[in-house]
């Protein structure tokens, strides 16, 4: 297979970059209404016809532990560089679009107009894993500097009930700075800075299609996040099929949906670091995310072509703990996603 090939090792060492290319209405939010995507377009585009690979770009790889260099979680697909796909926006994901510099690294489209500018126009689906924190804190910074720096549409949102309050929330909360750029700036007026949000009913199904891609979402247990309110994503563009796990405990729905994944985005957690907390932390640990040894089984199950850990939970083991403990479970090619790392 393409990625096993071209990989020369299970864990592959950063790159001096730090940008890591693995080979392998006013003031209001809208309902999504008949404006889903769902329908396969006719011009479905080919693998032969892309003109450049689909890639992963890990924007964010943190948690709700504060860790330097990781970012809030949220992961891009970008496919034939021209469609993006984001998935989930934890805080300060932008800054780590940056790091492309204004004309996309070659990774994101070029929308540049002015040099030494990012204009992210082209963040305009954002798909919500759940509504944890520290899957959303980058909503407001989504809707509104993706605006000002010139979108001129609405993004479009799909995650769990309760995703709409979110993104009004949001807009309400920013009316001041809403009100202000209206009226001094050159930009958009139609409320381009707001979120046309679509919520996902349990067992979602197919969520997204468009000539690029087709977007599955699927139920995961979270917690105490109920049915319907926390999924996993299946993304099947013209030359890959990547799942991304969202947060998890051990799901048999997510290893029926990961099944044939050329890459997997798994969410993980030390198990030496799991030890040493009190026991009810552990207890709930468990009941929500999935440790080193029981995502290593998860990946012996779909054999992905790459296990990309994102979501790393330490608990105070030292990275390079989390990474033995993948060593010795896992034989599969792995690799511990950094913010800004590209997987293709």
């Known amino acids: 297979m393409r990625l096993r090939a071209l990989l020369s090792s299970r864990l592959l060492p950063l790159a001096t970059t730090s940008l890591v290319t693995l080979a392998l209405s006013t003031g209001h939010v809208a309902a999504a209404g008949d404006q889903s995507s769902t329908t396969a377009p006719a011009d479905r585009v080919s693998a032969d016809d892309l003109s450049a690979p689909t890639r992963v770009v890990t924007l964010g790889t943190g948690t709700p532990d504060i860790v330097e260099g990781r970012s809030g979680t949220s992961t891009a697909v970008i496919v034939d560089r021209e469609q993006v796909y984001l998935f989930d926006a934890g805080a300060g994901f932008m800054e780590v679009l940056g790091k492309f510099g204004d004309d996309g690294g070659g990774i994101f489209p070029d929308t540049s107009k002015y040099p030494g500018t990012v204009l ?29 720096l010139e979108r001129n549409h609405p993004v479009r949102i799909w ?4 995703t709409r309050t979110v993104a009004e929330g949001a807009i309400e909360a920013y009316q001041p700075d809403i009100r202000h750029r ?43 996040w109920e049915a319907g309110e926390a999924f996993g994503y299946r993304i099947e563009a013209p030359d890959m099929t990547i799942v991304i796990s969202g947060d998890t405990r051990p799901t048999p729905n997510l290893i029926e949906h990961a099944q044939g994944a050329d890459i997997l985005l798994h969410e993980v957690m030390s198990t030496t670091g799991l030890a040493t907390l009190p026991q009810e932390w ?33 608990l105070g083991a030292p990275e390079d703990t989390l990474i033995q403990e993948m060593t010795d479970a896992y034989e599969g090619n792995f690799a511990l996603a950094n913010d800004g790392d590209v997987f293709e």
């Open 120 to 148: 992210p126009t082209y963040l305009d689906k954002l798909f919500l894993t759940h509504l944890d924190s520290d899957h959303i804190l980058g909503i407001p910074e989504l809707l509104l500097r993706g605006w000002v």
């Open 182 to 224: 209206l009226g001094s700036l050159p930009i958009g007026k139609e409320a381009p800075y707001t979120g046309i949000v679509e919520e996902l009913a349990s067992e979602p199904g197919v969520v997204y299609r468009d000539r690029y891609v087709t977007i599955t979402a699927f139920d995961v247990d979270h917690g105490t």
């Open 282 to 314: 552990q207890g709930y640990m468990l009941d929500a995310h999935t440790t080193t040894r029981q995502l290593a089984d998860i990946a012996e199950e779909i054999d992905p072509e790459l296990l990309v850990m994102i979501h790393p939970l330490f």
């Open 159 to 162: 995650g769990p009930p309760g």
